[in-house]
């Protein structure tokens, strides 16, 4: 005799949907990959081998829709304390991104009276002023 095809019948393990992820695990999926970004961003902002990397992840900083106070801290020790001028720009630059928030206003006045560098001052005082100068427009 021949042996019947065997079909899977209506309610077996083949049939049974696979739950999608609850609101919960999704939020919880993207705190960790947040947390996973800001983690690779301070630790490249602390490469001191190398100047592209710090660099880049300065300029990961900018392109990021927002800045939490970590991020911010990170960015400002970066420009106040990178031995390169040009890693010290980059953060500027990031920090300029965020210009619209109290903080980091805040960061950026107080950096003038710290910053050593002359490179890096003519650019801060240049934010500043393009600061200002947006805010009277608003």
């Given at each position: ?129 393009e600061m200002k100068q947006k805010s009277i427009l608003?």
């Amino acid at each position: 005799t021949i042996p019947k095809e065997e079909t899977v019948q209506p309610n077996t393990i083949a049939s049974i949907p696979v739950p999608e992820k609850t609101m919960g695990e999704t939020a919880r999926q993207l705190v960790n990959e947040n947390d996973q970004q800001k983690q690779m961003l301070f630790a490249s902002l602390g490469n001191m081998e190398s100047p592209s990397t710090r660099i880049a992840a300065a300029m990961k900083a900018y392109r990021m829709p927002e800045a939490d106070k970590e991020i911010i801290d990170a960015l400002v020790t970066t420009m106040h304390e990178d031995p390169s001028t040009n890693v010290r720009l980059a953060a500027l630059e990031a920090l300029s991104r965020f210009h619209r928030e109290t903080y980091v206003k805040k960061k950026l006045i107080a950096s003038l009276k710290k910053q050593k560098d002359p490179m890096v001052q003519i650019e801060l005082i240049h934010v500043l002023t393009e600061m200002k100068q947006k805010s009277i427009l608003n």
